[in-house]
């Protein structure tokens, strides 16, 4: 089965500039995860979706960052504006939902943002 | 508050030798604990998970055990290679299926 895309691969930005990011989730996979990934660090859940609803965002500075999944497939996740801070690896993943005990999320490639 | 802990957070070992890295989690709810692995410039890929109904789970040169009371779990490879060099995560599942990621451990093997 095809994996999970992401796209673009790499982004440099300047501080105070806006990107967004694409994200297509294996094919019925109802959830859907976006991670923060800083350099040496473990990813950090940003937001997740079930199907086209927010399931937990607590952690996705609203001020800047913003996220949605239309339809319940793509997502995008955008940063608007951009700090330094913001520099990092940005993983989407997607998971069955749990049917029959199946946890498993899987990872996309990431997009590399480097905010100068 | 959810949170993982990961030690140690580098591990240098000779080729053959095994390698251990363990983890604590703080929520009691937590029901599944998967092990990542991450090359440079990749991905995290799942390598081996467990979840709370058993004790232990073996795969090939890879095992990982779960002390629910003590709230730790730990990845075990055995005969390390080489291959084996990148950095592994540990997380866990909370109530609503998000994973609370370890900050990962650095194994390097050396030949």
């Known amino acids: 089965e095809a994996g999970v895309a992401q796209s673009p691969r790499y982004k440099i930005i300047e501080k105070r500039q806006s990107v967004a990011f694409w994200c297509n989730p294996i094919?019925?996979?109802?959830?859907l995860y976006w991670y923060q990934q800083i350099l040496g660090q473990g990813p950090k859940l940003l937001i997740q979706?079930?199907?086209?609803?927010?399931?937990?965002d607590s952690q996705l500075p609203k001020d800047r960052f913003s996220a949605e999944r239309l339809k319940g497939v793509d997502s995008t996740l955008k940063i608007q504006p951009a700090k330094l801070e913001d520099s990092a690896v940005y993983l989407c993943?997607?998971?069955?939902?749990?049917?029959?005990?199946?946890?498993?999320?899987?990872f996309g490639p990431g997009t590399r943002l480097t905010v100068t | 508050g959810e949170n993982v802990e990961q030690h140690p957070s580098t591990l240098s070992v000779q080729e053959g030798d095994s390698a251990v890295i363990k983890c604590t989690y703080s929520?009691?709810?937590?029901?599944?604990f998967p092990w990542y692995k991450q090359e440079l410039g990749k991905r995290p890929q799942l390598i081996i998970d467990?979840?709370?109904?058993?004790g232990e789970k073996k795969d090939q040169r890879i095992a990982v055990t779960l002390n629910k009371t003590a709230k730790h779990f730990s990845l075990h490879i055995t005969e390390t290679q080489p291959e084996d060099s990148a950095v592994y995560f540990c997380?866990?599942?909370?109530?609503?299926?998000?994973?609370?990621f370890g900050t990962g451990t650095r194994l390097q093997v050396f030949p």
């Open positions: 094919s019925g996979h109802a959830t």
């Open positions: 929520d009691s709810a937590s029901n599944y």
């Open positions: 979706f079930q199907n086209n609803g927010v399931v937990d």
């Open positions: 467990i979840r709370s109904n058993v």
């Open positions: 997380a866990a599942k909370v109530s609503t299926d998000k994973l609370i």
């Open positions: 993943a997607s998971s069955p939902l749990g049917l029959a005990g199946d946890y498993e999320q899987y």
